[in-house]
């Protein structure tokens, strides 16, 4: 009788899965069961994109200004100069903030990155060189920049610009930091940063270079 109910609810599994139902021995019975079951509760992977990084550098004076007043650069060694612009030179994506974007326009007389595909976070769309791959987000700028993050095929690269930097620090959303020390004090000018949140960052690179300066690279851990 015992084996009689056995097979009655063994039968009833397989009709509710669907299948139909194996008249050979009990091993064969438990193993068309578990395959059934393991397919009918089969769950699709879903694949995240994998997340771009957001990568800076910068020069600082000793007291902490990336700047004088007017954003003169006098300060600046000239191969400090050439290494920061070499890397914004590289194939990839820029990104960069409106202030950064008005200041290098005016300078060059132009949008000179031409070659990359360049993003300014602006409060208004006063883009004059989309022929030269620029877009400005506008509306929702962070959610643009988390949306590239996840789009990119490369890792972008932030021109900044203190106050942009600041704001990407508060949304925890900037991943690394090369400073070039330079052993100069200004005593005025344009911050390196705001106020912020807090956060902790892994030195992950470090040399010495010409005219006593240090660059340093740090990578984000986390608040």
């Known amino acids: 009788m015992f084996m009689l109910y056995y097979r009655i609810a ?30 009918s509760l089969s769950i699709e992977t879903v694949k995240y994109p994998i997340m771009k990084h957001l990568k800076t550098c910068i020069a600082v004076s000793l007291d902490g200004f990336i700047a004088r ?3 003169d650069l006098d300060w600046m060694p ?26 290098i326009f005016e300078r060059w007389g132009g949008w000179p990155y ?11 769309d006063t883009n004059v060189t989309r022929e030269d791959d620029v877009t400005f987000l506008t509306d929702m700028p962070l959610r643009a920049i988390n949306e590239l993050k996840a789009s990119s095929e490369t890792d972008i690269r932030v021109l900044g610009g203190g106050q942009f930097i600041t704001s990407l620090l ?21 911050r390196f940063i705001g106020k ?20 340093l690279t740090y990578q984000y851990k986390g608040e």
């Open 69 to 71: 007043k007017d954003n």
């Open 78 to 103: 000239e191969n400090v100069k050439q290494e920061i612009l070499a890397t914004y030179e590289l194939p990839g994506v820029l990104l960069a903030g409106v202030n950064t974007y008005n200041m």
């Open 196 to 215: 912020t949140f807090g956060s902790e960052w892994e030195l992950t690179q470090n040399k010495v270079m010409d005219n006593q300066m240090v660059r």
């Open 10 to 39: 063994w039968a009833c599994l397989f009709l509710l899965l669907g299948i139909p139902v194996p008249r050979n021995g009990t091993a064969w019975v438990h193993a068309s069961f578990l395959d059934a079951l393991t397919n």
């Open 170 to 190: 508060e949304a925890s959303m900037l991943d690394e930091i090369t400073l070039y020390i330079v052993p100069v004090m200004l005593g005025n000018g344009i």
């Open 114 to 124: 031409k070659s990359q595909k360049t993003f300014v976070v602006s409060h208004y």
